[in-house]
């Protein structure tokens, strides 16, 4: 029996004016899994990202979503489709609280709502205690949890988070890979862009490696050992 892949990504190229940022970039997410992007700075990790939501200047290929072809449509359709985008900017708005932050995205996908005030508070218990605080007087960890809790209220269930342990205190690192784990075991499916290789490395069912908008590697959590000489010279770690 043939799984519908979560997202299907087939020769896809993309642009920000004049440059071209991705070359052809062939990626598969099955429903459930956490994938992770590798590569250096510059590799075109966020613009894939960004143009799986259509989010760059122009773009070419297939996205598939759920079985459903998105590269003719806008990103609010795109987004319709199921999908979570947590970048790596975080888009607090500054002028709401953090429960009003939670409570601002409409319902996407077919599943309709997503997790209640209540499930997402017992997964971030800082969230609870600082629900009534303005968005960006949160912690850099605060807000970044504020972030993803966020997109998990609308339904989605691909989530695609960029650089979410970026600059944050260990325990906070700690505490979202629980949370992904967490969502895991729930069925989500998750692509992540990942600066961290020793966050990442323990979440991640699949890896994908990109150099110059191109995927380079690609191989299974099971053969992470066998990989390692190769990420250090794709990576530089």
């Not at 519908?4 to 429903?31: C, F, K, M, N």
């Amino acid at each position: 029996m043939t799984t519908t892949a979560a997202l299907q990504i087939r020769g896809l190229q993309a642009w920000y004016g004049e440059s071209h940022i991705l070359h052809g970039v062939d990626l598969t997410v099955a429903p459930g899994e956490v994938v992770t992007l590798l590569g250096r700075n510059g590799a075109g990790r966020t613009t894939t990202l960004r143009a799986i939501l259509g989010l760059t200047g122009s773009r070419k290929g297939s996205v598939c979503i759920h079985g459903t072809e998105s590269i003719g449509l806008p990103t609010y359709k795109i987004a319709h489709l199921g999908i979570g985008y947590c970048p790596e900017e975080r888009g607090i708005f500054s002028s709401l609280s953090c429960e009003e932050n939670l409570l601002l995205p409409p319902p996407v996908g077919a599943l309709g709502g997503g997790m209640s005030l209540s499930e997402i508070y017992e997964m971030f218990p800082n969230l609870q205690e600082r629900r009534h605080s303005q968005g960006t007087r949160l912690s850099g960890g605060e807000q970044q949890m504020l972030a993803v809790a966020r997109i998990l209220r609308t339904g989605a269930n691909l989530l695609l988070l960029d650089e979410i342990s970026e600059g944050l205190a260990p325990v906070i690192v700690q505490a979202l890979a629980r949370m992904i784990k967490t969502l895991k075991s729930r069925g989500y499916t998750i692509v992540m862009v990942e600066q961290n290789f020793h966050f990442a490395a323990p979440l991640a069912d699949r890896f994908y490696v990109m150099e110059h908008g191109r995927i380079v590697e690609h191989f299974d959590a099971s053969a992470l050992a066998e990989k390692q000489d190769t990420l250090n010279e794709l990576l530089g770690v």
